[in-house]
């Protein structure tokens, strides 16, 4: 699937490092194997689905945007968002109803437990341009940085939301819807974005 897709319309988006400084994760997580933990953010439940929540950081303030961090990469998205994307018919993703206590005493039931279902294949560099980056204001040097997102399209399973390794995409009609509703999130065109490889060649983000 996808053999003419265009990567002009495909956007990253940067859920895990956007998400202000609310944080809840699931009740009990530490006692929860670390794969079941990430399995979560692929919509896998092998024993169940966390239901209950509980804030761990930020204060009602920093509660009133549209996604709330997660844990493992498993985020809290607001049921309007959620009926957005209902809407509008996306695929790639799941979600279900989840029960947020709050520090301060009250428990929020208007977020949902958001997790990306879509797959393609790994992140392939051959395709990206190598570009030198100017870093640094008083002392300048030059990273030799990649531009570009790009993946076997063969592999890409069509769906709105998906993931290859170190990346979340989105197609377009989903970039608009979001934007939309003005989130603090970066979204990129997949064309555009720069990747520093001494950074993400760190990251474990084997796909299931």
């Not at 819807?177 to 950074?199: G, M, P, Q, R």
Request: proline share 4%; hydrophobic share 35%.
């Amino acid at each position: 699937m996808g053999a003419n897709l265009d990567f002009n319309q495909l956007y990253v988006i940067e859920l895990d490092l956007c998400l202000g400084l609310f944080y809840a994760k699931p009740y009990n997580a530490e006692k929860i194997p670390i794969d079941e933990l990430n399995g979560y953010r692929f919509g896998k439940f092998p024993n169940g689905k966390p239901e209950k929540f509980v804030q761990k950081g930020g204060t009602r303030e920093t509660k009133k945007g549209f996604i709330l961090n997660g844990y493992a990469n498993f985020h809290l998205f607001h049921k309007r968002l959620i009926e957005a994307f209902k809407e509008s018919g996306f695929t790639g993703w799941s979600a279900y109803p989840v029960s947020l206590y709050c520090k301060y005493g009250d428990i929020d039931k208007d977020y949902y437990a958001f997790s990306i279902t879509g797959k393609a294949g790994d992140y392939d560099i051959s395709k990206s341009e190598i570009i030198d980056v100017k870093t640094g204001d008083t002392f300048c040097w030059i990273d030799r940085d990649y531009k570009g997102v790009y993946f076997d399209p063969a592999t890409w399973d069509g769906s709105d939301f998906f993931k290859t390794r170190y990346f979340t995409l989105i197609t377009e009609p989903v970039m608009k819807v979001i934007k939309s509703f003005n989130l603090k999130v970066n979204i990129f065109k997949a064309t555009d974005y720069i990747l520093d490889l001494e950074h993400i060649s760190c990251r474990e983000d084997k796909l299931p």
